[in-house]
């Protein structure tokens, strides 16, 4: 799996938002969850690349990946680090 192509199909900031829906919540679930305006066919999109990332185990290198982007606002990056201290 190309984690940075998955990973830009879900966004960066997508993914730490969402991350625990993604990691323990239905296909469905993590769909309607979504808060932006996406169009049904978008969240679909991000959440099966969500979904792959956890099913192929990639969780934690996709965190040490977002905390060392410097395209993520800070926020992001905090509440990653935080994700990260407990996965890790």
């Known amino acids: 799996m190309d ?4 990973l830009s199909n879900v966004g960066k900031s997508t993914f730490v938002k969402y ?3 993604f990691k323990n919540e239905s296909r ?3 769909i309607i969850s979504f808060t932006e305006d996406y169009t049904d066919i978008a969240k679909a999109t991000r959440t099966n690349h969500a979904k ?9 290198q ?3 990946m977002i905390i060392n982007s410097s395209r993520v606002d800070k926020d992001t990056i905090d509440l990653a680090r935080k994700i990260l201290e407990t996965e890790s």
Not at 3 to 6: A, N, Q, Y
């Open 28 to 30: 469905y679930v993590c």
């Open 19 to 21: 991350y625990y829906n």
């Open 3 to 6: 984690l940075i192509g998955t």
């Open 52 to 60: 792959r990332i956890f099913r192929e185990g990639m969780s934690v």
């Open 62 to 64: 996709a965190l040490q």
